[in-house]
C-alpha cells in the first residue's frame, strides 16, 4: 500500500501565498499522473492542476497564473506553489496519484492513491 501525505497547509490573508507538498515515497510506477484536487464545504471535489510523467502540467481556469505544480522525482514529491490567494481558494487540498496517462482530464474516481489532505484558509 502506497502511503501518500499532504503537507504545508495553513491560514493566510488574501493575496498570500502557501506551499502545499505531497510525498509519497513507496510510489514508483514511472508513468503516472499526480493530481491536487481541492474540495470546499457543500461543493464537490474539484481537479486544481495535474502533472504527467512528461512534466506537462495543466490548471483549472480559476488558478492559472496563481499555482504553480511542480515535481521532484527524486524525492518522489510534489509540489503546489499558490500564490495570490485568494478566498474563494479555501479547501481541503488533496493530492493523488493515478497509474497511466493524464493528458486528457481524468476523473477522480480514478486516481488509486489519495492523501488525507491538508486544510488551505484564505481570508479576506
Known amino acids: 500500500q502506497v502511503q501518500v501525505a499532504e503537507s504545508g497547509g495553513g491560514s493566510v490573508q488574501a493575496g498570500g501565498s502557501l506551499t502545499l507538498s505531497c510525498a509519497a515515497p513507496?510510489?514508483?510506477?514511472?508513468?503516472?499522473?499526480m493530481g491536487w484536487f481541492r474540495q470546499a464545504p457543500g461543493k464537490e471535489r474539484e481537479e486544481v492542476a495535474r502533472?504527467?510523467?512528461?512534466?506537462?502540467?495543466f490548471y483549472v481556469d480559476s488558478v492559472k497564473g496563481r499555482f504553480t505544480i511542480s515535481q521532484t522525482v527524486a524525492q518522489n514529491t510534489l509540489y503546489l506553489q499558490m500564490n495570490s490567494l485568494k478566498p474563494e481558494d479555501t479547501a481541503m487540498y488533496y493530492c493523488?496519484?493515478?497509474?497511466?496517462?493524464?493528458?486528457?482530464?481524468?476523473?477522480?474516481?480514478?486516481?488509486?492513491?489519495w492523501g488525507p489532505g491538508t486544510q488551505v484558509t484564505v481570508s479576506s
Open positions: 493523488a496519484y493515478y497509474s497511466g496517462r493524464c493528458y486528457n482530464q481524468v476523473p477522480a474516481g480514478a486516481y488509486d492513491y
Open positions: 502533472m504527467d510523467s512528461l512534466d506537462r502540467s
Open positions: 513507496g510510489y514508483t510506477v514511472s508513468r503516472r499522473c
